[in-house]
T-cell receptor, first 112, second 116 residues
């Protein structure tokens, strides 16, 4: 499976933007880049995903490098509720769809 | 939005017994569901892919006779941990795909299994 590399942890201050990086140098042309986040003792929550172009939704923005070997999840104004483990995942294309295998993720701490 | 319900949220069982965990997609039909396991302070590990009407596909190292998966309908998949042992104690999480291809996954809130 194509791997992703993320920093183990990052810190941010409340109401400031946060840029969470992810490297995926072995990405293939059909792999989508997915981001999920997980709060303690809960299932992961979908944040955003994309293929080549930058993506925006109500939660975040996803900036994808031109060569697709890295991407950045952008939280425009961090809140305390954004403290979570953020996972950057490449989809693995199968005949019936794709499956997602999780790496270690980045623990985001948001300081008040 | 898409909702996935998982039941029970926590269960304690004795060693040697079996436990069934249910995963339901409440407002959409899911042809594919996925089961994950997560140990404390670790990431999620994909156990198997459950396809409606066919056999599940297990990841390498996951015993299919121990972790029985049934996906009898487009809204329900079950995971049965058979002859549970203390080392099976973990957080089990299901997810479902709404649509096909690379659509996002929607996750349940997990089941905390403790085997005594």
């Amino acid at each position: 499976d194509a791997k992703t590399t993320q920093p183990n942890s990052m810190e941010s201050n409340e109401e400031e933007p946060v840029h969470l990086p992810c490297n995926h140098s072995t990405i293939s042309g059909t792999d989508y880049i997915h981001w999920y986040r997980q709060l303690p003792s809960q299932g992961p929550e979908y944040v955003i995903h994309g293929l080549t172009s930058n993506v925006n939704n109500r939660m975040a923005s996803l900036a994808i490098a031109e060569d697709r070997k890295s991407s950045t999840l952008i939280l425009h104004r961090a809140t305390l509720r954004d403290a979570a483990v953020y996972y950057c995942i490449l989809s693995v294309r199968e005949t019936s769809g794709s499956r997602l295998t999780f790496g270690e993720g980045t623990q985001l701490t948001v300081n008040p | 939005g898409a909702v996935v319900s998982q039941h029970p949220s926590r269960v304690i069982c004795k060693s040697g017994t079996s436990v069934k965990i249910e995963c339901r997609s409440l407002d959409f039909q899911a042809t594919t569901m996925f089961w994950y396991r997560q140990f404390p302070k670790q990431s999620l590990m994909l156990m198997a892919t459950s396809n409606e009407g066919s056999k599940a596909t297990y990841e390498q190292g996951v015993e299919k006779d121990k972790f029985l998966i049934n996906h009898a309908s487009l809204t329900l998949s079950t995971l049965t941990v058979t002859s549970a042992h203390p080392e099976d104690s973990s957080f089990y999480i299901c997810s479902a795909r709404r649509g096909r291809g690379d659509s996002p996954l929607h996750f349940g809130n997990g089941t905390r299994l403790t085997v005594t």
